[in-house]
């Protein structure tokens, strides 16, 4: 049985930490309105980049001339994973599910005869990535010393997979990361950014007749790197929110977990103490009765 001293420091050392895990909710909290905020005034505009993107895919007659980006090399062979995941942990299962759903996706590939490589956004993904696919990643960004995601930061990450894309390293690329529903819900997602896959035009869109000027192609060359890095953006702030929920979520259950703890090392240390008293007064009452 432990002893008065070591239940104190237990009780001590559990309040010490629910202090800390308090906190990081609040914290947690102030972070999650501001990217929230900015996760859902992001997705408008990229939806409706797909959206033009998409008539204008749709007046193209001959998609062997349209820009790679948006028709391929015309083979499946060889797949990026571009995997984003969170700076830090202390954030439930956040980094672990999109880390998840990256790995079944590569293992399937991989099983298919398929050559597989990441690229990866994030310390915590790559960590998770490296015990089992270390050869096959082939960059990895960190953003520990960002404070505020702003669209500076997707453009060179868009430009790096745009180069490789370019250098023949790969066909198709998959963006995978976690769309932010609730704090208690977050969806991890794989979208297929490279050949670009625009939402199909719907059927008043579809009549309509435009003439473009320049050309489709030569708008589709210079829209299709501009949303592959409006993408990636969107999945930058997306993963910013679903990680504030996911930590404010796990820092609750964290702190409502130690007062749980404190609770039954404080009864453990009460009756402890009593039973000494107990204990103590018998002795004395038994040394007087034996006089």
């Given at each position: 049985m432990a002893s008065l001293k070591e239940l104190r420091n237990r009780i001590a050392s559990v309040k010490a930490t629910q202090k800390i895990t308090k906190a990081m909710q609040m914290v947690a909290a102030a972070k999650l309105r501001r990217a929230q905020a900015a996760a859902v005034a992001a997705r408008p505009f990229a939806e409706r980049m797909e959206q033009v993107l998409g008539n204008i895919a749709g007046a193209v007659s001959d998609l062997s001339n349209a820009p790679k980006l948006l028709a391929g090399t015309g083979s499946q062979q060889r797949h990026l994973l571009?995997?984003?995941?969170?700076?830090?942990?202390?954030?439930?299962?956040?980094?672990?599910?999109i880390v998840r759903l990256a790995r079944e996706r590569a293992l399937a590939l991989m099983a298919d005869g398929k050559e597989v490589t990441f690229f990866c956004v994030g310390r915590k993904g790559a960590d998770?990535?490296?015990r089992q696919f270390d050869r096959q990643i082939i960059k990895t960004v960190e953003l520990r010393g960002v404070r505020t995601l702003g669209y500076g930061n997707a453009e060179p990450i868009a430009r790096e997979i745009i180069d490789l894309f370019d250098e023949g390293r790969f066909d198709v690329c998959t963006l995978f990361f976690s769309r932010f529903r609730s704090v208690i819900n977050q969806i991890p997602t794989a979208t297929q950014i490279?050949?670009?896959?625009?939402?199909?035009?719907?059927g008043a869109a579809a009549r309509a007749v435009y003439d473009y000027e320049p050309d489709e192609n030569e708008i589709l060359a210079e829209l299709l790197p501009r949303n592959i890095a409006v993408q990636i953006f969107r999945a930058l702030l997306?993963?910013?929110?679903?990680?504030?929920g996911a930590r404010m979520t796990?820092?609750?259950a964290a702190t409502r977990n130690a007062g749980e703890m404190i609770k039954k090392q404080t009864l453990t240390y009460?009756?402890?103490?009593?039973a000494m008293i107990t204990k103590e007064?018998?002795?004395i009452i038994s040394g007087a009765e034996a006089l």
């Open positions: 571009l995997v984003c995941t969170s700076e830090r942990g202390l954030c439930g299962p956040f980094n672990s599910s998770q990535l490296r490279i050949p670009a896959t625009l939402p199909e035009v719907d997306e993963n910013a929110a679903s990680e504030q796990a820092m609750d009460n009756r402890t103490r009593q007064l018998i002795e």
